[in-house]
């Protein structure tokens, strides 16, 4: 019978695996109907450039900001069902944002969407981590790239559905959504014993044992601190081309429509690079791979802000697969950080980060609104290049966390 058990363990795993990246895809497909839907309903609701970006940044920032309590929350009493309950509610608000008409209820809807769509993220990368083994970039890589697969199709699901119907068509994209949260809620105890089964880190260590959240970033402040960085400076490749892209067209269903296949051709190319990124992050250091990618993506954002014409295809497919190759990477640095509290550790190098990179995008937008785009762009890609010396001086500050805390532990062992 514990042969059998065991023998199990690997698809359990994976059944695991596979519906929290459904669900990854599902919400965060709402969470990328913003950057496209504020164009669409701006001159109603009187949203400019600047105005209209201010309201993307904010959905981003209340969906990552609050990230790091969702995952204290996930982490102190280990609910399966904070992911479904979180995946329904983005999915009606989102549902609802095509009936509001004005420009106070629309952002309320969409913060509550936003808050919504960050809840899901800790708990669930917390899980996948918990069954990844001795893999764990792999499966970090297969959830994010539901999302990034999910974030490319959203806006092209919301054209689709406010061309047929207009915005009211936006109520059709809430049944997915719905569906699968009751699936994600009913299998909850199945995906409870599939992480008992298999919980790599030190989930199973006893809480009595384990230093308060507060104690622990303290304690590790210094690599921490490096991993935000990495991660927020690259998070600006991807997030620069879906917040000003759509804004620089006219706000007719016809243009957005090829701005969003642009967002949605730097998305899928993204879900590549994570994929590959992931696999490799398993076998290289990570500092080296970051390092690369990082060159890469900003050279690939600085020829999209220059491009013209079908150009713009290739480079933005380039700045997503490179700027996306180290999602999973930073946030599986940060998890290693923080094996008491995978969850708050997921929220803190995964939306926290994402919410401080959205912040800096927003004051870019003053950048565009002044120069243009393609200028609020080329200074996104110099801010990638800011992530190259803190990548490279990670291994330097791990080895300096390292010996303070062998002085400490010779030190408590002399006392």
């Known amino acids: 019978m514990a042969v059998a058990a065991h ?8 059944a695991v695996v596979w519906l929290a990246t459904a669900g990854h895809f599902l919400n965060d497909a709402y969470g990328n109907v913003y950057p496209t839907l504020v164009p669409l309903v701006a001159a109603a609701m009187g949203f400019g450039l600047v105005s209209g970006s201010l309201v993307i940044t904010g959905v981003g920032v209340a969906g990552s900001v609050l990230q790091p309590l969702f995952g204290e929350i996930a982490d102190r009493y280990s609910s399966a069902l904070i992911a479904p309950a979180a995946l329904a509610i983005v999915a009606v608000a989102t549902g609802l944002l095509g009936f509001v008409h004005a420009a106070f209820l629309f952002v309320v809807l969409a913060v509550i969407a936003g808050v919504a769509n ?3 993220h800790p708990p669930s990368l917390s899980l996948v981590r918990s069954v990844s083994g001795q893999r764990p970039g792999r499966f970090a890589s297969i959830f994010f790239t539901g999302g990034t697969a999910g974030r490319a199709v959203g806006p092209v699901l919301m054209v689709a559905c406010a061309a047929l119907m207009g915005v009211h068509g936006l109520t059709l994209l809430v049944l997915p959504g719905l569906a699968l949260a009751v699936v994600l809620g009913a299998t909850a105890p199945r995906r409870a014993a599939a992480r008992a089964g ?9 809480s009595a044992a384990v230093p308060s959240t507060l104690s622990l970033v303290r304690d590790r402040l210094g690599p921490l601190s490096v991993v935000m960085a990495i991660a ?5 490749v991807t997030t620069s081309i879906s917040t000003f892209w759509p804004l620089l067209h ?9 701005s969003s296949t642009v967002i949605a051709v730097m998305m899928l190319a993204g879900s590549v690079g994570n994929i590959i990124g992931g696999n490799i992050s398993d076998r290289v250091p990570h500092h080296v791979l970051l390092t ?4 890469l993506a900003a050279a690939s954002l600085g020829a999209f802000a220059l491009a013209q014409g079908p150009w713009i295809y290739p480079f933005a497919a380039l700045a997503g697969a490179f700027g996306m190759s180290g999602f999973a990477v930073t946030t599986v640095m940060g998890q290693n950080l923080m094996p ?3 969850a708050t550790a997921s929220g803190l190098a995964f939306g926290l980060a994402n919410a401080v990179g959205s912040g800096l995008v927003a004051l870019l937008a003053v950048a565009a609104a002044t120069w243009g785009g393609s200028t609020a762009l080329l200074l996104a890609a110099g801010l990638c290049l800011l992530s190259v010396p803190p990548t490279l001086a990670y291994p330097r500050v791990l080895r300096r966390m390292a010996g303070r805390t062998q002085e400490t532990a010779m030190a408590a062992a002399g006392a």
């Open 7 to 14: 023998a199990d363990r690997p698809a359990a795993a994976g």
């Open 118 to 120: 960050g809840a899901f």
């Open 198 to 206: 298999g919980a790599p880190h030190a989930d199973a260590a006893p």
């Open 232 to 236: 927020i400076t690259r998070g600006v």
């Open 250 to 258: 006219h706000h007719t269903v016809a243009a957005l429509f090829g």
């Open 292 to 295: 690369v990618t990082a060159l």
């Open 340 to 342: 008491e509290r995978v």
